[in-house]
């Protein structure tokens, strides 16, 4: 068993820079991909960005791409995902997710097994 616990969301003004960071606990994940999923009001959960937890390889929805950056401290068993620029339409809860294996270009929300409980980030004009 996995367990992920999700922290850093909150209200920013559109521009500003916000860290979201996703702890986990339980099974090794020296064979495990971390991902970053959202959920807008009224609209299905959708992959953000995902990361190889020993390998450093990471992908981005092309809606974040550029603007986001995920990253992994294996020290301690922490995913980040920095958001800079932020924008009205990221406003969402922001989910931490992982998968066994190595394959880090799934993007559908089956493919993942373990969830955390999601941290709101809202962003303001």
């Known amino acids: 068993q996995v367990q992920l616990v999700e922290s850093g969301g909150g209200l920013v003004q559109a521009g500003e820079v916000l860290t979201l960071s996703c702890v986990a606990s339980g099974r090794t994940f020296s064979s495990h991909v971390l991902g970053w999923f959202r959920q807008a009001p009224g609209k299905e959960r959708e992959f953000v960005a995902a990361i190889i937890w020993n390998g450093g390889k990471t992908l981005y929805a092309s809606s974040v791409s550029g603007r986001f950056t995920i990253s992994r401290d294996n020290a301690k068993n922490t995913v980040y995902l920095q958001m800079n620029s932020l924008k009205l339409e990221d406003t969402a809860v922001y989910y931490c997710?992982?998968?066994?294996?190595?394959?880090?270009?799934?993007?559908?929300?089956?493919?993942?097994?373990?969830w955390g409980q999601g941290t709101q980030v809202t962003v303001s004009s």
């Open positions: 997710a992982a998968r066994g294996g190595f394959d880090y270009t799934r993007t559908s929300v089956k493919d993942y097994d373990y």
